[in-house]
């Protein structure tokens, strides 16, 4: 199985920055990806960016421009920095990875973190 652990939330005013963190743990063969998503009481949990082992990238787009996703591959850590925050972008935000748990298949497993909060506020 694989742990995920998000960090890096927190109370940001508008325009400010944030990055937030999530490393990887537990027994697996790799990960084949690792996103972020986030989820508000309104709004269902809402895709915001991606990067796969080959370092390819996608943004949600009310966050291009924005917002940049990186991994270290070493750490099995993806960074979500988030910049020009806006009020809208108050929400849980929760780290998942695509890991694949078997040597035998090529097959990959979804998991989540627990999540983190981030406000927008002044």
């Known amino acids: 199985q694989v742990q995920l652990v998000e960090s890096g939330g927190g109370l940001v005013q508008p325009g400010g920055s944030l990055r937030l963190s999530c490393a990887a743990s537990?027994?697996?063969?790799?990960?084949?990806?690792m996103a972020w998503f986030r989820q508000t009481p309104r709004v269902q949990r809402e895709f915001v960016a991606v990067?796969?082992?080959?370092?390819?990238?996608n943004y949600g787009d009310s966050v291009k421009g924005r917002f940049t996703i990186a991994r270290n591959k070493t750490k099995n850590t993806v960074y979500l920095q988030m910049n020009s925050l806006r009020a809208e972008d108050t929400a849980v935000y929760y780290c998942n990875a695509a890991a694949r748990l078997d040597t035998t298949t090529t097959a990959t497993l979804n998991f989540w973190g627990q999540g983190t909060q981030v406000t927008v506020s002044s």
């Open positions: 537990g027994r697996f063969v790799e990960i084949a990806a």
């Open positions: 990067i796969t082992s080959g370092g390819e990238t």
